[in-house]
């Protein structure tokens, strides 16, 4: 139902303490889309009621139970190395996938598959 590499959460990890972030939730929630169209993004949050919470290497991630019950399973990774995917500043970051697709938004109704995307170096907070 959820995965996060160790690359990624060693990453995050490392990511919280150079802001002085303690004891964050770690959100993973829609965001409507830039050239690539919509994706899913990382955000420091807190839990709410109805989230599922999954605790991966000293971090909580939180997940929305509607938006996980229609993405399916998410897998969180991190690569350090770029790859020729065409996107300015190369494709090195984390990578928040979805194995279904997800409706995201009003603004973008079209329904994409739920991440999949590369995000720079550091999360989108």
């Known amino acids: 139902m959820f995965a996060a590499s160790d690359a990624a959460v ?18 993973i929630t829609p965001m409507a ?12 949050d ?12 000293g971090i909580t991630f939180v997940v929305d139970q509607t938006m996980l019950a229609e993405c399916g399973s998410i897998t969180v990774d991190f690569a ?19 194995e279904k697709k ?9 329904e994409q598959r739920c991440g999949g995307i590369r995000h720079p170096a550091a999360p989108v907070f």
């Not at 889309?33 to 420091?44: E, F, Q």
């Not at 807190?46 to 991966?56: I, L, Q, Y």
């Not at 997800?102 to 079209?110: A, L």
């Open 10 to 27: 060693e990453t995050l990890a490392s990511y919280l303490r150079e802001q002085g972030i303690s004891s964050p939730a770690v959100r």
């Open 33 to 44: 889309g830039n050239c690539a169209g919509p994706h899913l993004r990382l955000r420091v």
């Open 46 to 57: 807190e839990a709410k009621d109805n989230d599922h919470v999954f605790e991966r290497g």
């Open 80 to 98: 350090e190395s770029e790859s020729p995917c065409g996107c300015s500043g190369g494709c090195a970051g984390f990578r928040i996938s979805g």
């Open 102 to 110: 997800y409706r995201f938004s009003k603004r973008c109704p079209q």
